[in-house]
């Protein structure tokens, strides 16, 4: 494998090999697509200019066009605005000489306002109001008539020109004397500045001859209604200054902008080489640049780099996507391919393996899709066969050899029903049931001499076949150490020295007791074990709360110390190990408890006898914990004094 792959792989690392392959192919594909991404990335920028540089072109001509229509659109709006203020000056001259005009009003009618004082003495007209509906009628907003030497005589509305106003006296009203001397003469002037009157503002002027009387006629239109009118002849309302979405489009008349940003004027397009494309900074930002003459018109298209690639990157996102669509697509179809076909299959096997390794031996592997897998399915179950007859041996030989251990464990352990039946000095009882075929749990009773025996409950740490060869040894060094006439304290002291010693892994707690059968006494050692239960004659069974010595086996030096008490004919005392106390409820999990065990044999009656008592208190034990199988060695042993040894002597 290649050093890039592995340096994606953890050392030591095992990795499925659905994510090896997959990894691998991601790995090949993706240096594949930063190629295939970086040559678009190339071509893109240069097809991007080419691209934009032909839009660029079409719209400055464009533009050119637009503006020539432009041109030729104001020229005919100024002559027919132009012609129209002659119509309409003519028309008005005309309608002043018309007799019939004047009988609109009867002689002697008044205006709804009065007429100025020197206004009122002109025979020309009936009213002012006649000048109103001249103004109505056409939509002009000043009528002004002068006398044969221009001089104002009349004018509508009210202040307009001031009356007296000389017509020779300003420039811009002068040229309208050429018409006295020239009456075929009908003149309309460019928009200008009013003079006369109480306000000024820009105006459109027409003069003609007056018919009724000598002097000129004067009409003006207020320019806002003129200019509204030519601005529909403006470049601007041709031309569309934005280019693309962020560019734009200028267009200069005579070096004066007429089309584009305001910020475009103070532009030093000289510097702009014609028909060349150029990339230049404007207002910020980086713009390719194109620039055309047409006489006395240039048009200038500049467009964004920005928006330029943005095309580029919509075009490679656009392919980065179509790819990782393809490529997902190709993972996804060659991924189900090698999970259901190799995959999958190797998992059924694996769990197949997973429960043989946990010894379902009846388990059987049965992937048969292709003949590899057919091969490797019956490989397996022929080892599994074997296996399992191999340790179906193992385990015929294991059961014999743990029944040949609990015969044996149960024979180191006394009969005492068959060994003290009928005895007239007491009666005794135990029993021992193991958590598994043999135990670390034991117990004893035996004759030192004709009048002195010696019994105990001990038990050991663990279980199993461990505790069942310490308890043994501990019961053969107990026995064969209390056999020499030893003293109960050097009994146990000589066998802790020894578990001490020679045993690294377990320990031993027990409750031992030696009695005399004349005397009534019992001595006692308690190594670290469970209190026994004492009941006299005369009262009940209570826990007995004898003094602690250390537990056996893990202090070679420890000293023992042994504590007498008086039994009396009548009383019991009762041996037992935690598995009768500690054992549990299988809903609750909570133990038997001491306070069970004494309800239990105080319930017995004093007539019972000890073999009696050990199973009520095991089926006690039984009954709590629903008949489950031990979860710990259990042993109970029961001793009552019934008469001293010296009594039968009589």
Known sequence: MPFFLKIF?????????????????????????????????????????????????????????????????????????????????????????????????????????????????????????????????????????????????????????????????????????NILSHPELVISQDVRPSVGGKKTRLMQYSAAKRQDAPGIIEVGFDASKVTSTLSLADISFYVDSKLGINGFLCVYEHGLLKVGPESAQDYDIALIPQNKPKIMNFDGRVHLVLKKNFGHYVILGAIPLTEIYSSRSATIILLLCANFVLIFSIFALISILVQRLFVDNVYKVNRSLVKITDGDLDERVEVMVTKEFADLSLGVNATVDSLKDAASEIERRRLEEMALAHRIQKSALPNLDRLFPNREQFDVSAANHPMTSVGGDMYDFFYINDSTILFYVADVSGHGVPGALIMMKTMALVKDLALTDRNLEDVIQVTNHYLSVNNDFSFV??????????????????????????????????????????????????????????????????????????????????????????????????????????????DAVDEYTDNQPPSDDETILLFRFLAPLESTRT
């Open 509 to 618: 707690t027990g409750f031992f007791c030696q009695f005399d059968l004349i005397t009534g006494e019992l001595t006692y050692v308690n190594a670290g074990h469970n209190p026994p239960f004492l009941k006299r004659a005369d009262g009940s069974f209570e826990v007995f709360e004898p003094e602690i010595n250390l537990i056996m086996g893990i202090a070679e030096d420890a000293q023992y110390s042994s504590a007498t008490m008086k039994l009396y004919p009548g009383d019991q005392i009762v041996l037992y190990s935690d598995g009768i106390t500690e054992a549990p409820d299988p809903v609750s999990h909570e133990c038997f408890e001491v306070e069970r065990a004494i309800r239990t044999l105080n319930g017995m009656g004093a007539t019972a006898s000890a073999n009696d008592s050990v199973k009520a208190l095991f």
């Open 9 to 177: 792989d953890k050392p030591d690392e095992i990795v499925p090999i659905r994510r090896k392959f997959i990894r691998t192919l991601s790995i090949y594909t993706s240096i594949s697509l930063l190629i295939s991404l970086l040559l678009s990335f190339y071509f893109e920028i240069r097809a991007g200019h080419r691209e934009f540089l032909r839009v660029i072109e079409a719209k400055i001509d464009e533009a050119y066009s637009k503006t020539l229509d432009a041109v030729d659109t104001r020229e005919k709006l100024n002559e027919t605005l132009t012609s129209n203020g002659k119509y309409d000056v003519v028309a008005i001259a005309t309608l002043l000489n018309t007799p019939e005009f004047y009988n609109v009003f009867p002689d002697g009618a008044e205006t709804e306002a009065p007429l100025p004082q020197e206004q009122s003495g002109f025979e020309y007209y009936k009213t002012f109001k006649q000048l109103e509906i001249l103004a109505t009628f056409f939509d002009i907003d000043e009528i002004n008539l002068t006398d044969e030497h221009g001089i104002c005589q009349v004018s509508w509305p009210f202040g307009a020109t001031e009356i007296g106003y000389d017509f020779a006296s300003y420039p811009s009203t002068r040229h309208f004397l």
